[in-house]
């Protein structure tokens, strides 16, 4: 059981240049869920899923765009990087997303933009 | 939509001092607080959350509805409790979690 997954660990991108953040999980969870990691800004949520087929904003959607075609992979877009991009970028996925669940996180993916 | 503040960045004590990082919420009902907690080199995982009413490695939380503040407190700390510390509420009526922005704690030999 590996639990939550992200590929890249480390990516470094060219400012305009496009990419995608991998985020699996094998906990048959059905909300997962995108987060940036900032010093002094805390986890801020980009984007959420309750389950396949399902997408919402979070609250710093721009720049990037999610997919959710299966439960097990939430992957993450981003069409044209920018420095502001730059940042440690985590998944997590819960059961349901209720307000008991506890949320399982991946090991990040840290994002430079230059 | 539910707010969330853990007003230091920064905690330092000595190792065996008490520690209290606080963490206070803007919400009128009665919400489930989480404290995750980020050790060096490590993903961030659940440390404990109100419901339990759990202690973990020595920590302990108490929801206080009329100060609104849910902060996380260890009588005696550890140098291996140095970390990063985030309280984090579920937004009320959606599925959105909302982080505050952290606390560090760092434990002095």
């Known amino acids: 059981n590996a639990g939550v997954t992200q590929t890249p660990k480390f990516q470094v991108l060219k400012t305009g240049q496009s990419m995608t953040l991998q985020c699996a999980q094998d906990?048959?969870?059905?909300?997962m869920s995108w987060y940036r990691q900032d010093p002094g800004m805390g986890l801020r949520l980009i984007h959420y899923?309750?389950?396949?087929?399902?997408?919402d904003q979070g609250e710093v959607p721009n720049g990037y765009n999610v997919s959710r075609s299966t439960t097990e992979d939430f992957p993450l877009r981003l069409l044209s990087a920018a420095p502001s991009q730059t940042s440690v970028y985590f998944c997590?996925?819960?059961?349901?997303?209720?307000?008991?669940?506890?949320?399982?996180f991946g090991p990040g993916t840290r994002l430079t933009v230059l | 939509a539910q707010r969330v503040t853990q007003p230091e960045k920064l905690l330092s004590v000595f190792k065996g001092a008490p520690v209290e990082l606080k963490c206070n919420y803007s919400y009128s009902g009665s919400p489930e607080l989480f404290w995750y907690v980020q050790y060096s080199r490590q993903r961030l995982q659940l440390l404990l959350r109100h419901i339990s009413r759990e202690s973990i490695k020595g920590f302990t939380a108490d929801l206080n509805k009329g100060e609104t503040s849910f902060h996380l407190k260890k009588p005696f700390a550890q140098e291996e409790d140095s970390a990063m510390y985030y309280c984090a509420p579920p937004d009320s009526g959606t599925y959105k979690y909302i982080f505050g922005t952290g606390t560090r704690l760092k434990v002095l030999a």
């Open positions: 906990m048959n969870h059905e909300y």
């Open positions: 899923s309750v389950g396949a087929g399902i997408t």
């Open positions: 997590a996925s819960s059961v349901a997303g209720g307000p008991i669940d506890t949320q399982y």
